[in-house]
């Protein structure tokens, strides 16, 4: 079975600041998909960022990247200029890309509680 | 704006109470999941649903009661309650493997109160 590790329950960053929000996993799986999601206080979880672990190039979306290293089944977020908006609870998770009843199932961290400091 | 509809956004039942949670989607998403959710606690996966039918149930009590009338509404039917069964429940949708970027989309959730 998939496990996601992440190791940090709580970080903070100043605003304007990077900050960089480790995730490990483990996997027999050759193809999977990596994802960041952010849940503010409000709730909703929202998809800050997703990897494919065929692709080899790191995935950005603006302000966020990730460095996926396959080997080492590291998957962590770099938020750079963090803002106020940022704080959040971020989850790490795991999805199969194979067929049957385990593609469904996406394996979470235990997640992060991100605050971001003015 | 959601993707993911769900109501309501906050429930109080008694444990003798039966009531019903809703979520819809308009994203023409043929798989369906119900999440469990404690406070600073990540999801638990409970249903899936896939093509209108129960692809998974994580060994739930049978309190809880899924339905999925079609492809764009997912029910969860909840009777007889206990109080540890208050949190928020997630309703997520995603389209099907090898169609897809693979992530699930989220709606906002519904508070639970078991009194």
């Known amino acids: 079975a998939q496990t996601v590790t992440q190791s940090q329950p709580e970080m903070s960053v100043q605003e304007a600041e990077t900050v960089t929000l480790s995730c490990t996993y483990d996997?027999?799986?050759?193809?999977?998909?990596l994802f960041w999601y952010k849940q503010p206080p409000s709730r909703q979880m929202i998809l800050v960022i997703r990897?494919?672990?065929?692709?080899?190039q790191n995935a950005t979306e603006n302000r966020f990247s990730v460095n996926f290293q396959k080997a080492a089944k590291s998957f962590s977020l770099k938020i750079s200029d963090s803002q106020l908006g940022d704080a959040a609870m971020y989850f790490c998770?795991?999805?199969?890309?194979?067929?049957?009843?385990?593609?469904?199932?996406?394996?979470f961290g235990k997640g992060t509680l991100l605050t971001v400091n003015p | 704006d959601t993707e993911v509809t769900q109501t309501p956004k906050h429930l109080v039942m008694g444990m003798t109470n039966k009531k019903s949670l809703k979520c819809e989607q308009h994203?023409?998403?043929?798989?369906m999941y119900w999440y469990k959710q404690k406070a600073k606690k990540p999801p638990e996966l409970m249903f899936v649903?896939?093509?209108?039918?129960?692809?998974i149930n994580e060994s739930v009590p049978s309190r809880f009661s899924p339905e999925c009338p079609n492809s764009s509404l997912l029910n969860l039917h909840l009777h007889a309650l206990q109080p540890e069964d208050s949190a928020l429940y997630l309703c997520?949708?995603?389209?099907?493997?090898?169609?897809?970027?693979?992530?699930?989309?989220f709606g906002e959730g519904s508070r639970l109160t078991v009194l």
């Open positions: 997520a949708s995603s389209q099907r493997r090898r169609q897809n970027t693979g992530e699930l989309f």
């Open positions: 996997t027999s799986e050759s193809d999977y998909y």
């Open positions: 990897q494919e672990a065929y692709k080899q």
């Open positions: 998770a795991y999805r199969s890309y194979d067929s049957g009843g385990s593609n469904y199932k996406l394996t």
């Open positions: 994203m023409g998403h043929r798989a």
């Open positions: 649903y896939s093509y209108e039918k129960l692809s």
